[in-house]
């Protein structure tokens, strides 16, 4: 809309025919026939180098006419509604290039002779077009309504309405429009429909990110990791529950189909499946992670065969985990600072095994593009894509909080009003003076100034009960039980470590919930009311007596909001965790195949990826099904979910799913 009022204001380009014509004198010329007055163009030849002839003169006064036309106002107002009218038609057809090849006749044989009312294409038609026409596989064009072009006609004719010259007018405004208006509402009519496109494109991605972030963690379990391989062998990584590497090796797991020395390569296999055996005895695991590239089907019925032949102990399961992203976190510093005696092929087994145990923390190390949960990112700005997504990681960190007392720089920075210098600051104070006992002690710390802190206490937690039972923490006080409330003093073993920070050292129960310092007293004076004590919060019995509780007994002098939020917060377990209620990966024991699938075959699996078109769903086999968006049976489906589905098609393009019930 500015640009539509500012149009006509805006200097015209030097090299410009109507600029040089008003160089020529020839603007008050444009200005007398626009106000119905008469002109002899022939007093005008020789007024100007290059006013040669008669026929110079009207050309250039044509020429200002013309601008003045494409940059009045009503007349870009006409060209906007015009543009955005779903009675314009979008034409594909195969381009005449010679760089043309398989693929791309592959990809884009469907846009080949392709029209469409562009009311009613879809957004990733939008940039599957804008695609195939970068890679020269498409030659586009817009079709404006003859309704569109009349209306902007009309337009033109109102604003030379006082010309006297009919023929004049009449060659200026079809000359204006062929030349220059419908060519630009074209291509403002394209822009506004891959910047829609691109918005739309740009919220998939962000919602796929969202709920891959919120992934379920599987907790308290020993895993091993396998990135498959072939000629490099299978990379192995078994890991504690914290996450901690406790043995690598590399293994062969597949038949190799080499012409010779078969039985060399079952000997091999064999001392692998043995080699194998022995780590889960010494390490006592029960879960599989298999990453799902390059010979993962193979080592899958691999691992299916040994759960079969009872080589791994009653109960073993294993997942399939999305490799994408993690051959780039282990070359980054940041792994080899983690992990920087292991090989980068190693680094990636153990990335995959974290991704079960605690996605979020192993996400959040790598560029969101990486992990290729979206459709047409590369045809995104990308500094455009990179912050919207940044705000999403922001965002999940922050739902799910953070132990300030254990968490890595990573997700500490990611927390909303931190940044890495002061989530450093953070945890160098961690490191030198000590575990936080309070909240109040981050507003001592270098950096973290009033704004920060308001915008971040609410996503860190301490958890008073875990820090009582490190011992480095029980020595510094006499009873830890009795400081709850009040303030406590450091023995003297521990008074110089904290002589750079002055604060508070004792613990205060709220601080492991989501309440924010600023409702404390409210909180409080809730829990005095009730009956309850702060030092219960998160236990059972503490729990069960707040969900009991009726908003409207409540009397404490607070919003309605602010007592919703309170009561939501204390009426979750110390252990609860907000990505309980997304979906987890999915464990099994047998493997399925491409073959054995037949149309009506129903199947449990996890949505993959959601695009525009539809949902890709994991179904355990070697490609991901499709449910399109006509087969939804009326559910929504977001990554991560659970789905009961029918194979309604299986063919040379893939596997057509039908939604049945989401789990």
């Not at 792994?335 to 095994?353: C, F, H, I, M, Y």
Request: aromatic residues 6%; charged residues 25%.
């Amino acid at each position: 809309m500015l640009e539509q009022v500012t149009a006509a204001y805006k200097p015209g380009k030097k090299k410009s025919k109507s600029e040089q014509a008003r160089n020529a004198g020839l603007g008050s010329v444009a200005e007398q026939l626009i106000d119905g007055r008469k002109v002899d163009f022939n007093t005008l030849v020789g007024s100007h180098a290059e006013l040669k002839s008669v026929k110079n003169v009207i050309d250039g006064t044509k020429d200002i006419l013309i601008d003045i036309v494409r940059t009045n106002k009503f007349v870009l107002e006409c060209c906007e509604r015009v543009g955005k009218a779903n009675n314009n038609f979008i034409i594909c057809s195969k381009s005449k290039s010679k760089q043309e090849t398989d693929e791309k006749k592959e990809k884009f044989d469907q846009y080949f002779d392709f029209k469409r009312n562009i009311g009613n294409l879809k957004h990733f038609q939008v940039m599957a077009i804008n695609r195939g026409e970068n890679l020269k596989a498409l030659s586009v064009k817009i079709d404006l309504s003859q309704n569109g072009i009349y209306a902007i006609k009309q337009e033109c004719t109102k604003v030379l309405s006082r010309v006297l010259d009919n023929n004049l007018k009449h060659e200026t405004i079809e000359d204006a429009c062929t030349r220059l208006i419908f060519p630009m509402v074209c291509r403002r009519t394209r822009s506004w429909l891959t910047e829609a496109a691109v918005e739309s494109s740009i919220d998939v991605f962000a919602d796929n990110l969202k709920h891959l972030l919120l992934t379920r963690p599987v907790k308290g379990i020993n895993i091993m990791a396998i990135d498959p391989g072939y000629k490099h062998g299978c990379k192995v990584a078994v890991l504690d529950h914290q996450g901690k590497v406790l043995k690598t090796d590399v293994v062969y797991l597949q038949n190799l189909n080499s012409s010779a020395g078969k039985a060399k390569e079952s000997r091999f296999r064999a001392a692998d499946e043995d080699k194998l055996q022995k780590l889960q005895v010494q390490l006592r695991f029960k879960t599989i992670a298999i990453g799902n590239g390059t010979a993962c089907r193979e080592t899958e019925t691999s691992v299916t065969k040994m759960i079969s032949e009872k080589k791994f102990c009653e109960g073993t399961q294993y997942t399939v985990i999305d490799e994408r992203g993690a051959s780039v976190y282990s070359v980054t510093p940041l792994a080899q600072q983690e992990l920087p005696k292991l090989d980068t092929n190693l680094r990636s087994a153990v990335s995959l095994g974290r991704r079960v145990l605690e996605p979020l923390s192993e996400y959040v190390k790598i560029e969101p593009q990486h992990l290729g949960v979206g459709q047409y990112q590369h045809d995104i700005a990308q500094k455009k894509l990179s912050s919207r997504l940044e705000d999403i990681v922001s965002e999940a960190v922050s739902f799910t909080g953070v132990d300030i007392n254990t968490c890595s720089l990573h997700m500490l920075q990611k927390i909303a009003g931190l940044t890495k210098a002061r989530a450093q600051a953070i945890l160098d104070t961690r490191d030198s003076v000590g575990y936080f006992r309070n909240r109040e002690q981050i507003k001592s710390i270098k950096g973290i100034g009033p704004k920060s802190y308001e915008q971040c206490i609410g996503f860190l937690r301490i958890y008073p009960n875990q820090l009582t039972k490190n011992p480095e923490v029980t020595a510094e006080y006499e009873d830890v039980g009795a400081a709850v409330k009040g303030k406590r003093k450091l023995t003297s073993s521990s008074s110089s470590k904290s002589k750079s920070m002055k604060r508070d050292v004792g613990f205060c129960f709220l601080d492991q919930t989501s309440v924010h310092p600023e409702s404390y007293h409210i909180a409080s004076a809730l829990l005095k009311e009730q009956g309850l004590k702060e030092r219960d919060i998160g236990t059972e019995e503490f729990v069960q007596k707040i969900k009991q509780l009726n908003p409207v007994d409540v009397s404490v002098s607070c919003s309605e909001g602010t007592k919703q939020c309170i009561l939501s917060a204390l009426s979750q377990r110390t252990d609860t965790d907000y990505r309980d209620q997304f979906a987890r990966p999915i464990f099994k024991s047998t493997v399925l195949n491409a073959e054995s699938l037949v149309v009506g075959t129903q199947l449990e699996g996890r949505v993959s990826n959601v695009t525009h078109f539809g949902a890709f769903v994991d179904v355990g086999v070697e490609r991901d099904g499709l449910i399109h968006t006509s087969k939804m049976n009326g559910y929504t489906v977001c990554l991560g979910n659970r789905v009961r589905v029918k194979v309604e098609r299986k063919d040379q393009k893939g596997i057509g799913l039908y939604l049945l019930q989401v789990l």
